[in-house]
């Protein structure tokens, strides 16, 4: 099973890390950006959403499913 942030980026199997790790950045509300004190949350969010997506190009499985 799919993390469920990581569908809710919508990125296709062949989309670079730079990409998803771009629509990550973008997938929190703007104000909880702006929260300094979550920062190594943010970090480990964009770390774990990297991380699935390779998984996910590994097992050439689709997003989507």
């Known amino acids: 099973m799919t993390d469920p942030a990581y569908q809710g980026l919508g990125l296709l199997p062949t989309a670079s890390p730079y990409a998803v790790l771009r629509a990550a950045v973008r997938a929190p509300h703007p104000d909880t950006r ?6 190594a949350a ?7 959403m990297l991380c699935v997506h390779a998984t996910r190009q ?3 499985d689709d997003p989507t499913s």
């Open 34 to 39: 702006a929260v300094r004190g979550f920062r």
């Open 58 to 60: 590994a097992a050439g």
């Open 42 to 48: 943010r970090k480990r969010f964009y770390r774990q």
